[in-house]
C-alpha cells in the first residue's frame, strides 16, 4: 500500500540460503494472552457510531497513511491521521498504512472493519528484510487477534481491502477521507464510478466537527496533556541558567522542552518556538538559534502531544532573570487584561468571534491609550479600519485536540462563527507585538513581544482554564514561580 521504500543498489543485502535457514530458528513463542482493550476504545466506538449516523448506507473509508519519507531509506516519525486515530483510539505511532471501514450493514448502522499489515512469521523475509514492517527492524508487531483486542474492532489483512472496496460496488455511496492516503484514495476512485469529491469533502467535513465538542476521556486528556506541558516549561525556567551559560540559549530551551514532551508523552504537539527577545515579534519563529539574554524576555510557546495524540497549546512571556522590567511589564499587562476578556466570552451561546472581538477590543484601547494609532480605537476596530492589526495580525483562538489547530475543516458557521458549546476546547491567545524595528513605537517598547496562550474547556459555567490551572498567568504570579526555580538552576550550570 505505501510508497515502496528505494534503496540504493549499494544497500541491497543478499541473503544466501545459510543465513535464510539459520534466521529462522530457535525462537520463543510469542504470548498467547491477548493486550488489553485501549481506555480509548469504548469512546472511539461512541465516536463512530455518531459518524455513522450521518452516513446511512453509506460505506466510509478513513486511512491511518503511510509513512513520510524524509531522505532515501529513512522515515519522518510515523503519526497516523487525525481522524483515523479519533475514529479508532489508536495513538504513538500506530498503525502505518491501515484502514478503517465503515461497512454499512443490512440491519442499519456499520460495521467498522480495521484493516492493517499484521505481523509475519519469523519464517518470511518481511522478519529480518523490511525496514518498514520487519519485527527485527521496528519492533514487535500486533496479530490480526492483538489488534482487535486492542482496539475492540474486528480486524482483516490490507492486503483484503481491494476486494472489500470492489465488493457490492454500486450498493452503496461510497466516501473516502482523500488526503489520508492517496493509494487508498486511487483505489476507492477506481472503484466507484466518477470521481464524487463533493461527497468526500461532506465526510471530511464531518469528520473535523466530529472533534468540535470533545467526550469526557478527551477533556481529561486535555487536561493531563497541559499538566505534563507545565511540567515542560518547569523544567525550561529552571534550566535558563544553562542556557544563557552555554550559548544558542533558544535551542537550549527548545531541547529541555522536547525532552519533557518525549518523556512524558509521545513529542511536541506542534514545533517550539522559543523566541527571546525580538525573535518574539516574528509569530512563527521556530529557527530558534538566538541567544537568551539576562534582561530579555523570552516567548515559549510549546505544547506537549501524549501518546494518545492529544496536545496542549500554551504560551508564555517570561523574564529570563526572573523580574519584568518596568516597559516589559507594561505590555504584558495591556496582554493578560486582553486575555481575560477574551476568556471571560468563552460563555456557551457566544461566537468564537465574540472571544476574538472581547480581547482585540482591549488590545486597540492600550494602542490608543499609548498614542500609536492613527484613528479611535473605536475605528481601528470598524471591519474597514483594522489598524490595530499592525501589533497582533493573528487570531485569538483556535480550536485544540488531537490536532494543534483542530477541525480545521469544520465550515466557519460552527467553529468562527459558530456558537460555543460545553466541552469545545479552544485556545485565547491574544499578543502584542512591537518589532525593534517599528518607527511608530516609543523607543523603549521597541523589540518587546508578549503573547499568553492558555486553553480552556467550555462548561455550563464558567469556562475552565485547563493550563492555567498548572502555570501562572499574572506578572507577580510568574515572578513568584520563577523565583526557587532560577535559585535551583543557579546551583546547578554546567558549561558544555
Ligand atoms: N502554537 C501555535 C498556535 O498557537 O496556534
Ligand atoms: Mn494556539
Ligand atoms: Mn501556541
Known amino acids: 500500500m505505501s510508497e515502496k521504500q528505494i534503496k540504493s543498489a ?142 475492540g474492532i474486528r480486524t482483516e489483512s490490507i492486503d483484503l481491502l481491494d476486494n472489500a472496496l470492489r465488493d457490492n460496488v454500486g450498493s452503496a455511496r461510497v466516501r473516502v477521507l482523500r488526503e489520508a492516503d492517496p493509494d487508498v484514495t486511487a483505489l476507492v476512485d477506481a472503484t466507484r464510478e466518477g470521481i464524487a469529491e463533493g461527497v468526500d469533502e461532506q465526510l471530511r467535513i464531518a469528520l473535523s466537527e466530529l472533534r468540535l465538542v470533545k467526550d469526557e476521556y478527551e477533556v481529561e486528556q486535555m487536561r493531563q496533556a497541559c499538566k505534563a506541558t507545565a511540567r515542560g516549561f518547569e523544567a525550561v525556567v529552571t534550566d535558563f541558567p544553562n542556557a544563557l551559560a552555554n550559548g544558542r540559549g533558544e535551542r537550549w530551551v527548545e531541547g529541555i522542552f522536547g525532552l519533557h514532551a518525549r518523556h512524558q508523552g509521545n513529542a511536541v504537539g506542534y514545533d517550539t518556538i522559543a523566541a527571546a527577545g525580538d525573535h518574539a515579534n516574528t509569530l512563527h519563529w521556530i529557527r530558534n538559534d538566538g541567544e537568551v539574554r539576562d534582561g530579555d524576555m523570552i516567548l515559549l510557546d510549546a505544547g506537549v502531544e501524549l501518546d494518545s495524540l492529544f496536545t496542549a497549546d500554551v504560551t508564555r512571556t517570561l523574564p ?12 504584558y499587562e495591556a496582554v493578560l487584561e486582553a486575555q481575560q476578556a477574551g476568556i471571560d466570552a468563552c460563555k456557551p451561546g457566544n461566537l468564537q468571534s465574540d472571544v476574538h472581538r472581547a480581547a482585540t ?48 475543516h469544520a465550515l466557519r458557521e460552527h467553529y468562527a462563527d459558530g456558537p460555543l458549546k460545553p466541552g469545545m476546547c479552544i485556545t485565547v491567545e491574544p499578543g502584542i507585538y512591537f518589532k525593534s524595528t517599528d518607527l511608530l513605537v516609543p523607543e523603549e517598547l521597541r523589540g518587546i513581544g508578549v503573547r499568553i496562550e492558555d486553553d480552556i474547556i467550555i462548561t455550563e459555567g464558567e469556562p475552565e482554564n485547563i493550563s492555567a490551572a498548572y502555570l501562572p498567568r499574572t506578572p507577580d504570579d510568574v515572578e513568584a514561580w520563577m523565583a526557587p526555580l532560577l535559585d535551583a538552576g543557579r546551583a546547578n550550570v554546567k558549561q558544555w
Open 10 to 151: 549499494n544497500r541491497v543485502s543478499y541473503w544466501s540460503p545459510a543465513f535464510v535457514e539459520f534466521i529462522q530458528k530457535d525462537w520463543a513463542p510469542y504470548s498467547s494472552a491477548l493486550p488489553a482493550q485501549l481506555e480509548n476504545s469504548k469512546w472511539a466506538a461512541a465516536r463512530r457510531e455518531a459518524l455513522s449516523q450521518l452516513f446511512p448506507g453509506d460505506r466510509i473509508v478513513v486511512p491511518a497513511g503511510g509513512q513520510k519519507v524524509r531522505n532515501n531509506d529513512c522515515d519522518y516519525r510515523y503519526r497516523p491521521n487525525t481522524a483515523f486515530a479519533h475514529l479508532t483510539g489508536l495513538g504513538t505511532d500506530r498503525e502505518p498504512d491501515a484502514v478503517l471501514l465503515l461497512e454499512p450493514t443490512q440491519a442499519g448502522g456499520h460495521e467498522a472493519v480495521l484493516y492493517f499489515h499484521p505481523r509475519v512469521a519469523r519464517n518470511e523475509e518481511e522478519f529480518y528484510a523490511d525496514s518498514r514492517y520487519g519485527e527485527v527492524w521496528v519492533g514487535q508487531r500486533e496479530s490480526l487477534e492483538e489488534m482487535s483486542a486492542l482496539t
Open 361 to 408: 477590543a482591549v488590545i486597540a484601547r492600550y494602542l490608543e491609550q499609548w498614542g500609536l494609532l492613527p484613528v479611535s480605537a473605536e475605528e481601528a476596530l470598524d471591519k474597514e479600519g483594522g489598524q490595530w492589526r499592525r501589533w497582533m495580525v493573528h487570531g485569538t483562538s483556535h480550536h485544540l485536540g488531537i490536532d494543534v489547530h483542530d477541525c480545521a
Open 320 to 331: 529570563i532573570n526572573g523580574r519584568f522590567s518596568p516597559a516589559q511589564r507594561q505590555v
